[in-house]
């Protein structure tokens, strides 16, 4: 049974930083792509940023590239997501993803290239 536990989210200033975390359990790791998304009330799910768990390419959004790094700890079987400079539009909910990686890259950053979901864990950045 695939399960994703995500763990971090807080309550920041702004220009702080945050370390999330993505537990992966149930199936082979380093098999799949995995993603980063997050939801503010009212928005779409948005991708944050993604990668290829195989071979360690990563994919970023333009509103987080140069303050995300999406980085993976193959033998604990957890995704983080190191998150600085924090800024008040980045608060929403955030969701760890795994799904079968698509050809190239292309709509790697996509929610429904993804079929399962953790639970989420709340960011909220003050200004």
């Known amino acids: 049974q695939v399960q994703l536990v995500e763990s971090g989210g807080d309550s920041v200033q702004a220009g702080g930083s945050l370390r999330l975390s993505c537990a992966a359990s149930?199936?082979?790791?380093?098999?799949?792509?995995m993603g980063w998304f997050r939801q503010a009330p009212g928005m779409e799910r948005e991708g944050v940023a993604a990668i290829y768990t195989g071979i360690g390419r990563t994919y970023y959004d333009e509103s987080v590239k140069g303050r995300f790094t999406l980085s993976q700890d193959s033998a604990k079987n957890t995704l983080f997501l190191q998150m600085n400079s924090l800024k008040p539009e980045d608060t929403a909910m955030y969701y760890c993803a795994k799904g079968p990686c698509p050809p190239n890259g292309m709509g790697i950053l996509r929610a429904d290239e993804y079929n399962y979901w953790g639970q989420g864990t709340q960011v909220t950045v003050s200004s």
């Open positions: 149930g199936y082979s790791f380093r098999l799949n792509c």
